[in-house]
Structures are given as C-alpha cells and as structure tokens.
T-cell receptor, first 115, second 112 residues
C-alpha cells in the first residue's frame, strides 16, 4: 500500500507555455501533499504544502503565482508551472501523507525540460 | 534553521564491502531522523527512521543510530550488493512539524 503516482514522468515544453503535473495517491486518502524540486547534485527543496480543500502554503522564495497548486480531492494534487522558462527545468517530486504525523510517501518524480 | 549535512559522493565500493555514509544535523529540539533511498528512475523510498536519541533504525541490512551527543545519524551496511546502487538522502523532521529537510544526497555505486 501507500503508492503515489505522478503524471507525466517527463515533459518537454516551449518557453512561455504552462505545464500541469499531477500527483495521485492510489490506495489511500492523502490529507496533505507536498511538492519538492530537486536540483542536480543538490537536495530536494520543499516548494509548498497543500491540504485538501485549502490553499497551499508556499515556502519562502517560491512564487505562488508561477507554481500554482491545487489539492482538489483527497487523492489528487496538481502543480502547474505557468509561463515556464528554461530555469524552471528541473525534477519535480510530490509526496503524500494520510495525516500530518504519518510517513511521507513519494511519487516517482516528473522531469520538466523547458526549451 | 534546521539543516542536514551528508558526505559528498559519489561513493564507489566493491560488492560485499562495508558501507558508511556520514550524516550530521543541526536542529532545535529533538527531531526525527530518516534515511531515504532513490533507485535509478524511481521515487524516494523511506529506508529507515529513528525518532529519539539512541534509537536504531534498520531495514534491508542497513542501520543508523540516532546520536544526540554528536548530532549524527550515519548509515551503515556490513556487506553491500550491486542492487544497493542508488542515491541516499539523510533527512530530518522537527517535532510537531510535517516538513522534511533533506541533505544533498550521496550517490552510491557498487561494483560487481
């Protein structure tokens, strides 16, 4: 149990377009989902925390208008990178928890390349 | 703020060698400590965790002991296998906090 999926696994887009990444908890209800960005040779950086039915909480330095997060149901959260630029190219990873004190279960990640 | 520092990689070992990946942390209070593993092409998986001082987390032959006096949580395995090749992340989570702070990761290559 506790499987988290992400879609797509890879996406290539042109500069200026928007890209939506989905994160789904397949076999449990996730009250909280997290979005991370992983830079090459660097750690995972938490971008935002989203609770079902409420607005996401963004970490300092993360532009909420650029990285739109929607946690519309207990099994789905989406991250939309708006007006993407080459510097947004990265590996985006989501995680989900049943409760705030539960283990985080991570998705396989989405590699975004902006040309 | 809280932070995690782990040894830089890549670490290359021969099969059956002894593995140590060092991890130290800075945190207020008493955080929970974790090791995550990321196999090629896959997402992060929780490998083991410890929630209080002197606890030992273990899984798949890997062990790590929560050492408060040295603020360390070093990962060890007595005999590594080729299938252990992956990136290993040390991480912490503060008490009452659901955020996880990760180290930079250590890539491990095991040669047959």
């Amino acid at each position: 149990g506790a499987v988290v999926s992400q879609h797509p696994s890879r996406v290539i887009c042109k500069s200026g377009t928007s890209v939506k990444i989905e994160c789904r908890s397949l076999d449990f209800q996730a009250t909280t989902m997290f979005w991370y960005r992983q830079f090459p040779k660097k750690s995972l950086m938490l971008m935002a925390t989203s609770n079902e039915g409420s607005k996401a909480t963004y970490e300092q330095g993360v532009e909420k208008d650029k990285f739109l997060i929607n946690h519309a149901s207990l099994t789905l959260s989406t991250l939309t990178v708006t007006s993407a630029h080459p510097e947004d190219s990265s590996f985006y990873i989501c995680s989900a928890t049943r409760t705030s004190t539960d283990t985080q279960y991570f998705g396989p990640g989405t590699r975004l390349t902006v040309l | 703020g809280d932070s995690v520092t782990q040894m830089e990689g890549p670490v290359t070992l021969s099969e059956e060698a002894f593995l140590t990946i060092n991890c130290t942390y800075t945190a207020t209070g008493y955080p929970s400590l974790f090791w995550y593993v990321q196999y090629p092409g896959e997402g992060l998986q929780l490998l083991l965790k410890a929630t209080k001082a002197d606890d030992k987390g273990s899984n798949k032959g890997f062990e790590a002991t929560y050492r408060k006096e040295t603020t360390s949580f070093h990962l060890e395995k007595g005999s590594v296998q080729v299938s252990d090749s992956a990136v290993y992340f040390c991480a912490l989570s503060g008490r009452g906090d659901d955020k996880i702070i990760f180290g930079k990761g250590t890539r491990l290559h095991i040669l047959p």
